[in-house]
């Protein structure tokens, strides 16, 4: 008869390889030295303190620096019995780190998280083009960190990876998970790319400037807290007056919020790296120098 159920030691042995002393490679250097690649097994994915603050600011809830998901590849599918051939090479290489959304539910969520502060342009239903990918493919590789755990018995892997996770509690993990407040945060985020197959980055409102009331009078405050211009429109008006001049991200997201036409959907304040994020994404509107940005000479008289 085949086993479909992990014994406690199997969950202790994964335990320690994917949380308690974990083998981390970064990103960036994957496989690194590791060898036990062609096999089934479980990973753990964790984040530096940047990549979590650049989490936090998308979902809007604490994120910590550290292990934020779990998962598995090759396991059994039951109840048909059926075996799968996915190794941990493949599904970290190619479809984690060099993938795309539609084939990865870690790097979807991710996605879903980073679309703002990154600029990811959405083209279709759980899609993005291919420099959005490309752009949060460079972000794992800045932030994250990945360690592994080969099982080679697939039949009771699935089993494995419910104990594991039920242990662990990853934050960005949603699948039968407790609910959060982060996780229903998340499902909310992750509509928005699954559903809408708007090209913008975020569900903005565009309200023409000559029926806005005047900044800083008692009919703007008690407007809803929506965006009245799109971000990099915002910034396109900002460094329309600066003329020529460069302006560094901070300086401009410092603008952005004291302006207050464009305003993020949670309240929460634009950040420098949001705007790193959205000059990046209109190269035909803006220069880029390092943390510094202009208009295109051909836009700023």
Same mark, same amino acid.
């Given at each position: ?164 996770? $039920? ?57 809803? $807290?929506?965006?009245?211009? $799109? ?71």
């Amino acid at each position: 008869m085949r086993r479909r159920v992990s014994t406690d030691e199997e969950l202790q042995r994964a335990l320690d390889e994917l949380d308690r002393h974990p083998n981390k490679i970064p990103a960036a250097h994957w496989p690194g030295d590791l060898k036990i690649l062609d096999s089934a097994g479980l990973y753990s994915w964790w984040v530096d303190g940047k990549g979590a603050k650049n989490l936090r600011e998308g979902i809007g809830f604490p994120i910590k620096a550290g292990r934020i998901y779990a998962g598995q590849t090759g396991a059994t599918s039951w109840p048909s019995g059926r075996l799968r051939a996915a190794t941990l090479s493949r599904r970290i290489g190619r479809n984690h780190l060099r993938g795309r959304i539609r084939g990865s539910t870690f790097r979807f969520t991710l996605a879903a998280c980073l679309l703002d502060a990154l600029g990811l342009k959405i083209v279709g239903p759980k899609k993005l083009d291919k420099s959005s990918e490309r752009r949060l493919s460079e972000w794992m590789e800045l932030h994250l960190e990945v360690a592994v755990h080969a099982f080679p018995e697939r039949d009771a892997l699935k089993h494995l990876e419910h104990q594991v996770l $039920t242990v662990l509690d990853p934050p960005l993990n949603l699948e039968a998970m407790r609910a959060t407040s982060v996780r229903a945060k998340i499902s909310e985020l992750r509509a928005r790319i699954a559903g809408r197959e708007s090209s913008r980055t975020e569900p903005e409102t565009i309200v023409r400037e000559r029926s806005l009331p005047a900044l800083g009078t008692e009919k703007f405050k008690k407007m809803p $807290t929506r965006s009245m211009i $799109t971000l990099h429109k915002e910034i396109e008006d900002i460094l329309k007056q600066q003329g020529k001049t460069w302006l560094t991200t901070a300086e401009l997201a410092k603008l952005v919020n004291k302006r207050g036409r464009y305003r993020k959907k949670d309240g929460s304040k634009v950040t420098a790296f949001q705007i790193h994020g959205r000059t990046r994404n209109y190269p035909d509107l803006f220069d880029r120098d390092g943390s510094r940005v202009r208009l295109k000479s051909s836009r700023s008289s």
